[in-house]
């Protein structure tokens, strides 16, 4: 199948995959070179009450949200009211980092590809107020670099969050509003909603997670507002997900002008290399597959949910998917399998194990802000294990896996998890042979000295 041909076709995939993934519910919606949009479900929005998934269900998109934030703040540079290469600091004198040179020379393309080098996983609440999004601006005064800004990669919440605060100063106005107009400017009626605090959607999935064996729900937790413009409160219908990606597609005035939305889905900056998941990193975009063939994307996760979006622009197709459960992105790695077969640079699959890597070098601790990595060895081979190292938000949990060795760095399989293996990267070897950095969930840690 390499585009369903009907709804049916649709459900048939998500069927006989879905019951193979630790999944409460899921939801697969694939729009192709006609534009009319197919949507399957299965399962449940909540594994207690039964209510089942239906095609209008509300799923948490998370990170998906962050292709949104972009398109909107590349309108603004069209506006005149953003400046994509210069300086932050030239429009909003405020904005501040930990490191001087840095405060400087920081960019909007640099925050857009999470090429900043901010030490981002940062999860100040600022409250709910007007002021949330630039109380939290001003608290990334403390956070310090993990690389030079446009010299590397590293997965970055709070630049996000920055960018937030910048199209508020750009608009004059809060930016949930601003959000709200500009799609509603482009979808007229849709789902799509950052959620206020008190809020009850109906129809909408609560995330699962697995407890002795077996599914259940979570207690579902508004995180503070200040990350909504990385995706931590997005909800939405997956047809409207799909509608909004159409747009990508087909070069709308309405949203961009056709020279920016290619700018968007070109490569902006590149991870190091041995990261499977992610091969470059566009304006807002994900870049998967292979060099030649690099096709734009977004996962998104939220506490027990995830999300995945997926163009190929030549063909004209669009594929988006929810689920509950720590079986999602094995599920989504499934569906695409079956929709796309040709398309092999979006499955994310591990390369194959190389034996005799040399692993000393590899050994130590290693940290960000939030978090810490304990490379380690013992009698059945490397371990990592990780935790929080100044979080006070409670929000980093320990955890631990096994590693084995790949072509150019390692792969995690996280203890207890059904969830898909993950790339664990090292770079920047110094002249003993010891790395200085490893990245995980995209994100780069820096050796500890002891």
Same mark, same amino acid.
């Given at each position: 199948m390499s585009a369903p041909a009907s709804a049916s076709d649709l459900q048939s995939a998500l069927s006989a995959a879905a019951p193979h993934a630790d999944v409460a519910g899921a939801i697969v919606a694939v729009s192709g070179p006609r534009a009319s949009v197919h949507v399957a479900t299965h399962g449940y929005l909540n594994i207690t009450s039964l209510a089942p998934v239906r095609p209008d269900s509300l799923f948490e998109i998370g990170s998906l949200t962050k292709v949104l934030v972009a398109s909107i703040a590349l309108q603004l540079v069209e506006e005149g009211l953003l400046d994509l290469d210069r300086p932050v600091r030239e429009r909003v004198p405020d904005f501040r980092v930990a490191d001087a040179g840095a405060t400087a020379s920081i960019t909007l393309r640099q925050l857009l590809s999470h090429s900043s080098g901010i030490d981002g996983d940062f999860f100040q609440d600022t409250g709910d107020g007007p002021l949330a999004l630039e109380a939290y601006a001003h608290a990334c005064a403390e956070l310090d670099q993990l690389h030079a800004p446009g010299a590397g990669v590293s997965y970055c919440n709070a630049g996000y969050a920055i960018i937030g605060w910048l199209i508020e100063r750009a608009c004059m106005r809060p930016f949930g509003e601003v959000f709200d107009t500009r799609i509603a400017a482009l979808l007229g009626d849709h789902s799509l909603r950052i959620e206020r605090r008190g809020e009850q959607r109906s129809n909408r999935a609560d995330g699962h997670s697995m407890d002795d064996g077996r599914l259940v729900p979570i207690a579902r937790h508004l995180p503070p507002y200040a990350h909504a413009p990385a995706g931590a409160r997005t909800s939405s219908s997956l047809h409207d997900v799909v509608r909004l990606a159409r747009l990508h597609l087909s070069s709308d005035p309405r949203l961009l002008p056709t020279s920016q939305l290619r700018a968007m889905q070109s490569v902006q900056a590149l991870p190091p290399p041995g990261d499977w998941e992610c091969a470059a990193r566009g304006l807002g975009w994900e870049l998967f597959g292979p060099p030649e063939r690099l096709l734009p994307g977004h996962d998104g996760a939220t506490p027990g949910q995830a999300a995945m979006l997926r163009l190929v622009p030549d063909r004209g197709i669009v594929i988006a998917a929810a689920a509950t459960g720590p079986g999602a992105r094995t599920l989504f790695s499934a569906l695409l399998r079956r929709l796309l077969p040709d398309e092999a640079g979006l499955f994310q699959s591990p390369p194959a194990a190389v034996p005799n890597i040399s692993l000393a070098p590899l050994l130590g601790r290693y940290a960000c802000r939030a978090r810490f990595? &304990?490379?380690?060895?013992?009698?059945?081979?490397?371990?990592?294990? *990780?935790? !929080?190292?100044?979080?006070?938000?409670?929000?980093?949990?320990?955890?631990?896996?096994?590693?084995?060795?790949? &072509?150019?760095?390692?792969?995690?399989?996280?203890?207890?998890?059904? *969830?898909? !293996?993950?790339?664990?990267?090292?770079?920047e070897f110094d002249g003993n042979g010891l790395a200085q950095a490893v990245h995980v969930g995209q994100r780069m840690h820096r050796r500890l000295r002891t």
């Open positions: 990595i &304990d490379i380690d060895q013992d009698a059945g081979g490397l371990v990592l294990r *990780s935790g !929080p190292h100044h979080d006070p938000s409670g929000m980093i949990k320990p955890a631990s896996g096994r590693l084995w060795a790949l &072509d150019r760095g390692l792969a995690l399989r996280r203890d207890g998890s059904a *969830s898909a !293996p993950q790339p664990v990267v090292f770079s």
